[in-house]
């Protein structure tokens, strides 16, 4: 390729953008806006939906045009896959807190785009793994164009997947001693098609409008056959499957306007989801005696839509102002079943309290945010603001609460050098409650249940956090985050009666780690076309359990993230060629009367070699899984409680194998 190993423009001296031309990204043959932004250095993205209360002040990283995408599940990233990348004008890496966009700090990327002409991208992808049929159902396909002042983008994707593991899991009883021999397979697989849409207008007087719209089907089986082969009893063949058909939609749009001194921005979201669920459990004994099983079956339809408005204006330069209002429905409607296998073949109905209800939030908040440039290099954003929320829940242990809580952030920005960005910020949240946890379920698989608990309240934090951004000028990049919260109200599990227990609220925690992102190009010193990305998060929690009383982390609250690639785009050629790893640990699970923890080791490895001009389009061939990672799985049952003596312990590996993937993509 002609194109320069390395290209980037210069940023001014004292200035807090760095602007990536196209020509920075040649080396790795893009076709998506989406292509271009993974390959900035040090820069990682992060989503739009965060598991944030409503639609708020802005949150991820990613502006396209200067402007955030009002989606959520349909957000910036799914509309950076439907740009072409010859439709990328610039990508600008911004301080956040200069922006006048409420709630951004720290690196904010703004992607400059523009559709001149139609044109689109597609990418198409085959995977093969052992003991499992190909799967042949895997791509997508994006047009983009423009006609007057309005672009438009359209996609569709398939995102099927096929997975399964099989192995042996061994149980012990309290003494250590086997009592059990399984040999398990399991086989999750999913049909995943989706269409999406956008609209961008912007009229010569300013006004700008924005529509994005998505569909999705969500078919999913997953198939668990086990050969259960007790020291002392019977064998037995146990059969689990679940089924899900969900189907989900999202409309959001926005539109802003010059009203008076300043612009008023409005916005909208409905997202719903219908969901369907059916889990069998069916285990026969080989003797010839009658099966044994539970069916558990749940229809939930959920509900979120939100309205909000945004007033900005600029008294003077270097001082912005924003006032904003929103409120929101959300419901979820459960309707469950339970039921038994009897000797004669038939099903027995079993009372399930609080399986089938319907929980309501209505919420409003009100924001006052005030931007202030303080020096040269010295930014400033504060923001203070109420939330009220009325929660309400059908059946007989239904209550209808309310509540009204603080919130709101402050953060500055200080333009260290013309290499170092640090950004220190303080906010006080407000979490956002799972509606399922209201409602009562039963996981038939793992032969325990869950109680709902109509008192959850949501969790509010004190969070903090210092990051220092280091450009490295031709040798990359990195970021690095400091981060601590402090949070009331945590949402764990707690027992709920003498034999039971469901997600509750348990008192006060806390939760502090750092986080590293960091590109590194090696053309300076001979390696040309050599670089080496690098993630990593590692982070500690405490909290008091309410059993035992002691200290342990936050339920299943990720412990360490690794993620790394090293690539090297062979000069003069077409070529590349990269090897990665990957592994995340979470921790133990804590339940009334068991634990568990699962961890895959040593973790994922994978290869991959490219070529990027077949006759036009680009080609790739990645093997996964390169170092033979096992699923491993450890689980503790105790006889009453976690207090009490040990029943059994199971423990289990299971082998995924080598993946073959083959993909083709190019433009249009």
Same mark, same amino acid.
């Given at each position: 390729?002609?194109?320069?190993?390395?290209?980037?423009?210069?940023?001014?001296?004292?200035?807090?953008?760095?602007?990536?031309?196209?020509?920075?990204?040649?080396?790795?043959?893009?076709?998506?806006?989406?292509?271009?932004?993974?390959?900035?250095?040090?820069?990682?993205?992060?989503?739009?939906?965060?598991?944030?209360?409503?639609?708020?002040?802005?949150?991820?990283?990613?502006?396209?045009?200067?402007?955030?995408?009002?989606?959520?599940?349909?957000?910036?990233?799914?509309?950076?896959?439907?740009?072409?990348?010859?439709?990328?004008?610039?990508?600008?890496?911004?301080?956040?807190?200069?922006?006048?966009?409420?709630?951004?700090?720290?690196?904010?990327?703004?992607?400059?785009?523009?559709?001149?002409?139609?044109?689109?991208?597609?990418?198409?992808?085959?995977?093969?793994?052992?003991?499992?049929?190909?799967?042949?159902?895997?791509?997508?396909?994006?047009?983009?164009?423009?006609?007057?002042?309005?672009?438009?983008?359209?996609?569709?994707?398939?995102?099927?997947?096929?997975?399964?593991?099989?192995?042996?899991?061994?149980?012990?009883?309290?003494?250590?001693?086997?009592?059990?021999?399984?040999?398990?397979?399991?086989?999750?697989?999913?049909?995943?098609?989706?269409?999406?849409?956008?609209?961008?207008?912007?009229?010569?007087?300013?006004?700008?409008?924005?529509?994005?719209?998505?569909?999705?089907?969500?078919?999913?089986?997953?198939?668990?056959l086990g050969f259960r082969s007790p020291i002392n009893g019977v064998d037995s063949i146990r059969l689990f499957q679940f089924t899900e058909d969900e189907w989900n939609t999202e409309v959001s749009a926005d539109y802003?306007?010059?009203?008076?001194?300043?612009?008023?921005?409005?916005?909208?979201?409905?997202?719903?989801?219908?969901?369907?669920?059916?889990?069998?459990?069916?285990?026969?004994?080989?003797?010839?005696?009658?099966?044994?099983?539970?069916?558990?079956?749940?229809?939930?339809?959920?509900?979120?839509?939100?309205?909000?408005?945004?007033?900005?204006?600029?008294?003077?330069?270097?001082?912005?102002?924003?006032?904003?209002?929103?409120?929101?429905? %959300?419901?979820? /409607?459960? +309707? !469950? @079943?339970?039921?038994?296998? *009897? &000797?004669?073949?038939?099903?027995?109905?079993? =009372? $399930?309290?609080?399986?089938?209800?319907?929980?309501?939030?209505?919420?409003?908040?009100?924001?006052?945010?005030?931007?202030?440039?303080?020096?040269?290099?010295?930014?400033?954003?504060?923001?203070?603001?109420?939330?009220?929320?009325?929660?309400?829940?059908?059946?007989?242990?239904?209550?209808?609460?309310?509540?009204?809580?603080?919130?709101?952030?402050?953060?500055?920005?200080?333009?260290?050098?013309?290499?170092?960005?640090?950004?220190?910020?303080?906010?006080?949240?407000?979490?956002?409650? %799972?509606?399922? /946890?209201? +409602? !009562? @379920?039963?996981?038939?698989? *793992? &032969?325990?249940?869950?109680?709902?608990?109509? =008192? $959850?309240?949501?969790?509010?934090?004190?969070?903090?956090?210092?990051?220092?951004?280091?450009?490295?000028?031709?040798?990359?990049?990195?970021?690095?985050?400091?981060?601590?919260?402090?949070?009331?109200?945590?949402?764990?599990?707690?027992?709920?009666?003498?034999?039971?227990?469901?997600?509750?609220?348990?008192?006060?925690?806390?939760?502090?780690?750092?986080?590293?992102?960091?590109?590194?190009?090696?053309?300076?010193?001979?390696?040309?076309?050599?670089?080496?990305?690098?993630?990593?998060?590692?982070?500690?929690?405490? +909290?008091?359990?309410?059993?035992?009383?002691?200290?342990?982390?936050?339920?299943?609250?990720?412990?360490?993230?690794?993620?790394?690639?090293?690539?090297?785009?062979?000069?003069?050629?077409?070529?590349?060629?990269?090897?990665?790893?990957?592994?995340?640990?979470?921790?133990?699970?804590?339940?009334?009367?068991?634990?568990?923890?699962?961890?895959?080791?040593?973790?994922?490895?994978?290869?991959?070699?490219?070529?990027?001009?077949?006759?036009?389009?680009?080609?790739?061939?990645?093997?996964?899984?390169?170092?033979?990672?096992?699923?491993?799985?450890?689980?503790?049952?105790?006889?009453?409680?976690?207090?009490?003596?040990?029943?059994?312990?199971?423990?289990?590996?299971?082998?995924?194998?080598?993946?073959?993937?083959?993909?083709?993509?190019?433009?249009?």
């Open positions: 390729m002609s194109a320069p190993i390395y290209a980037q423009s210069q940023p001014a001296p004292g200035s807090q953008t760095q602007v990536f031309l196209p020509d920075f990204f040649d080396r790795f043959a893009p076709q998506t806006a989406l292509d271009m932004l993974v390959q900035v250095p040090g820069f990682e993205i992060e989503g739009d939906d965060d598991g944030s209360r409503g639609f708020g002040q802005a949150t991820g990283n990613v502006l396209i045009n200067g402007q955030r995408i009002s989606g959520k599940s349909n957000g910036a990233e799914d509309a950076l896959g439907r740009i072409p990348a010859q439709n990328v004008e610039r990508i600008e890496i911004v301080d956040g807190a200069s922006l006048d966009i409420p709630g951004l700090s720290g690196q904010v990327a703004n992607v400059i785009a523009a559709a001149d002409s139609f044109g689109g991208t597609w990418n198409y992808q085959n995977r093969f793994r052992r003991r499992l049929e190909p799967n042949f159902g895997i791509g997508e396909i994006s047009i983009a164009g423009k006609r007057g002042t309005v672009d438009w983008t359209l996609g569709f994707e398939l995102d099927n997947f096929r997975n399964g593991g099989r192995g042996i899991e061994n149980v012990f009883d309290g003494n250590g001693t086997l009592i059990e021999i399984r040999d398990e397979e399991v086989q999750p697989s999913g049909n995943v098609p989706e269409v999406s849409a956008s609209l961008n207008w912007k009229r010569t007087n300013g006004d700008i409008g924005n529509l994005n719209a998505s569909f999705q089907i969500f078919d999913f089986r997953d198939r668990e802003e306007f010059g009203l008076g001194p300043g612009r008023l921005k409005l916005i909208t979201l409905v997202r719903a989801e219908h969901s369907p669920t059916v889990a069998d459990l069916e285990e026969t004994p080989v003797d010839g005696t009658p099966s044994f099983g539970s069916i558990f079956e749940q229809t939930a339809d959920e509900l979120e839509t939100i309205g909000r408005g945004e007033y900005s204006w600029s008294p003077k330069d270097g001082r912005d102002w924003q006032v904003s209002l929103e409120g929101a429905f %959300n419901s979820l /409607d459960a +309707v !469950s @079943s339970l039921m038994e296998r *009897n &000797d004669q073949g038939g099903l027995d109905i079993v =009372d $399930l309290d609080g399986a089938t209800t319907r929980v309501e939030e209505i919420r409003a908040e009100t924001n006052i945010t005030y931007g202030r440039k303080l020096a040269k290099r010295l930014t400033s954003q504060v923001s203070v603001g109420v939330e009220y929320s009325e929660i309400a829940q059908s059946g007989p242990s239904g209550l209808t609460r309310s509540f009204t809580r603080p919130k709101g952030f402050i953060s500055l920005s200080w333009n260290a050098s013309d290499s170092l960005d640090i950004t220190a910020r303080a906010e006080r949240e407000v979490g956002q409650l %799972n509606f399922f /946890d209201f +409602v !009562s @379920s039963v996981n038939l698989n *793992n &032969d325990n249940d869950s109680f709902g608990n109509p =008192d $959850l309240v949501p969790e509010q934090s004190w969070t903090g956090e210092v990051e220092f951004e280091q450009t490295l000028g031709a040798y990359g990049a990195a970021t690095l985050r400091i981060f601590g919260e402090r949070i009331e109200d945590v949402i764990d599990r707690i027992p709920l009666s003498p034999t039971s227990d469901g997600v509750g609220n348990i008192g006060t925690g806390n939760r502090f780690g750092a986080e590293l992102n960091a590109t590194i190009r090696f053309d300076k010193i001979g390696l040309k076309g050599v670089q080496l990305e690098f993630e990593g998060q590692a982070r500690r929690s405490n +909290v008091t359990d309410p059993l035992t009383g002691q200290t342990r982390r936050i339920n299943r609250d990720l412990v360490s993230f690794v993620f790394a690639e090293l690539r090297w785009d062979i000069p003069s050629t077409d070529l590349a060629v990269s090897f990665g790893y990957d592994q995340f640990r979470r921790a133990r699970t804590f339940r009334f009367d068991e634990t568990a923890l699962f961890v895959a080791t040593p973790g994922f490895g994978f290869a991959t070699f490219e070529h990027k001009d077949i006759f036009g389009l680009r080609g790739s061939i990645e093997i996964g899984n390169l170092f033979n990672s096992l699923d491993t799985f450890e689980r503790t049952i105790f006889e009453t409680n976690r207090l009490g003596p040990i029943d059994f312990i199971e423990d289990r590996e299971r082998d995924f194998g080598p993946i073959l993937t083959i993909g083709l993509s190019g433009t249009f």
